[in-house]
């Protein structure tokens, strides 16, 4: 059975630096993707940054692109996102999530079938 631990959210002030780690397991099969996704009060769950786990291949949102990183441990099974340059924008609760999704869709929250429990993050200005 897939499970996602995340950890790692807090609060920062406007500029600042976080890192997200979400702990894998219970893979089976071909090769999963596993993706961060996050949720502001009254919006929809955005994706946020996705990569092949086990492998190489990522994907970012326009919206995050040169400011945060996705990144794998192999030997760990830990994905991890390092946020810097954080906005207020940036504040939600972030989640990682582990399915096959198709292609163009691996930040397409509807495709993904196991979710962790989720972190928060807040930015201060």
């Known amino acids: 059975q897939v499970q996602l631990v995340e950890s790692g959210g807090g609060s920062v002030q406007a500029g600042g630096s976080l890192r997200l780690s979400c702990a894998a397991s219970?893979?089976?099969?071909?090769?999963?993707?596993v993706a961060w996704f996050r949720q502001a009060p009254g919006k929809e769950r955005e994706g946020v940054a996705a990569i092949a786990f086990g492998g190489w291949s990522t994907t970012y949102a326009a919206s995050v692109k040169g400011r945060f990183t996705i990144s794998q441990d192999h030997a760990k099974n830990i994905v991890y996102l390092e946020m810097n340059s954080l906005k207020p924008d940036d504040t939600a609760t972030y989640y990682c999530a582990a399915d096959r999704p198709g292609l163009g869709l691996k930040l397409e929250p509807t495709k993904y079938r196991y979710w962790g429990q989720g972190t928060q993050v807040t930015v201060s200005s």
């Open positions: 219970g893979f089976t099969g071909s090769t999963y993707w």
